[in-house]
């Protein structure tokens, strides 16, 4: 669900503080963040969106002025 869903359902207090709490909680510790009260920040902070890195054939158009990118979905697109 995008983060405006989960900052709506905080805001309403359909998620509780109870909620997060177990959430939070069942994170294995690695992948958990510092604090409730951080998580609470991530889901009502908009993140841009990330950029797409280039394949391999819109690095090699780049560089030769071919367009690989066409020629790799004439070939294998299909």
């Known amino acids: 669900m ?8 905080l ?12 959430a939070f909680d069942a994170v294995p510790l690695k992948l958990r963040p510092k604090t409730i009260a951080y998580l609470r920040e991530a889901a009502v ?3 841009p969106l990330s ?8 690095l090699a158009r780049d560089v030769t002025s ?13």
């Open 45 to 47: 902070t908009e993140r």
């Open 2 to 9: 995008p983060r405006a869903w989960h900052a709506g359902k």
């Open 66 to 78: 071919i367009d690989w990118p066409g020629i790799v979905s004439d070939r294998i697109g299909h």
């Open 11 to 22: 805001q309403s207090r359909e998620i509780s503080d109870a909620d997060l709490e177990a």
């Open 51 to 58: 950029r797409a890195v280039p394949t391999a054939a819109e």
